[in-house]
T-cell receptor, first 115, second 113 residues
Framework: DTGVSQDPRHKITKRGQNVTFRCDPISEHNRLYWYRQTLGQGPEFLTYFQNEAQLEKSRLLSDRFSAERPKGSFSTLEIQRTEQGDSAMYLC?????????????FGPGTRLTVL | AQSVAQPEDQVNVAEGNPLTVKCTYSVSGNPYLFWYVQYPNRGLQFLLKYITGDNLVKGSYGFEAEFNKSQTSFHLKKPSALVSDSALYFCAVSDYNFNKFYFGSGTKLNVKP
């Protein structure tokens, strides 16, 4: 399967702990997006990378959230000092600047539960 | 600021009947509009988009959407619904360079046999 993959699929943590999620986009895609989705809501934009450069970051994203894409391939999203309100599905999507770059391919998501 | 609204949390339709899932938008500048579908335990899948050109856009699985500038709407349609179309549908709008996307709250489509 050459789609977008995310790891882990599920994460349960205690409040105050740090967590890190990984996203592997489709190999030729240079655009990568992170979203957060809570129950009954649509995906909420968090941040966007073009290659290794983080070009957009939501103002809703607190300083506890950080994302990287060090070599322009996979990306990580870290949440420090997790809070119960961070419980959500975290989605990654990628697209290609060379093709129909406005069509995003989504991964299956990482479901985070903060106890 | 860009935003979309999906006024219906749920749409129920009988198999074989036409379906419409509504979306209205609010943008500054030209609207770039999308529809995605989310099946249970699966990631979101792209259905179709409007960037420019014809107001009637055709997409995957027999879906189409009509862009209406005067009504600021981008409703998703299908002439004949299938039970397998039952899923969660999201309308989205992007900024001018496709760096940020804004999704609606979703509409659950139930197609009954």
């Amino acid at each position: 399967d050459t789609g977008v993959s995310q790891d882990p699929r599920h994460k349960i943590t205690k409040r105050g702990q740090n967590v890190t999620f990984r996203c592997d986009p489709i190999s030729e895609h240079n655009r990568l997006y992170w979203y957060r989705q809570t129950l009954g809501q649509g995906p909420e934009f968090l941040t966007y990378f073009q290659n290794e450069a983080q070009l957009e970051k939501s103002r809703l994203l607190s300083d506890r959230f950080s994302a990287e894409r060090p070599k322009g391939s996979f990306s990580t999203l870290e949440i420090q000092r997790t809070e119960q309100g961070d419980s959500a599905m975290y989605l990654c999507a990628s697209s290609s600047a060379g093709g129909p770059y406005n069509e995003q391919f989504f991964g299956p998501g990482t479901r985070l539960t903060v106890l | 600021a860009q935003s979309v609204a999906q006024p219906e949390d749920q749409v129920n339709v009988a198999e074989g009947n036409p379906l419409t899932v509504k979306c209205t938008y609010s943008v500054s500048g030209n609207p770039y509009l999308f529809w995605y579908v989310q099946y249970p335990n699966r990631g979101l899948q792209f259905l179709l988009k409007y960037i420019t050109g014809d107001n009637l856009v055709k997409g995957s699985y027999g879906f189409e959407a009509e862009f209406n500038k005067s009504q600021t709407s981008f409703h998703l349609k299908k002439p004949s619904a299938l039970v397998s179309d039952s899923a969660l549908y999201f309308c989205a709008v992007s900024d001018y360079n496709f760096n940020k996307f804004y999704f609606g709250s979703g509409t659950k489509l139930n197609v009954k046999p």
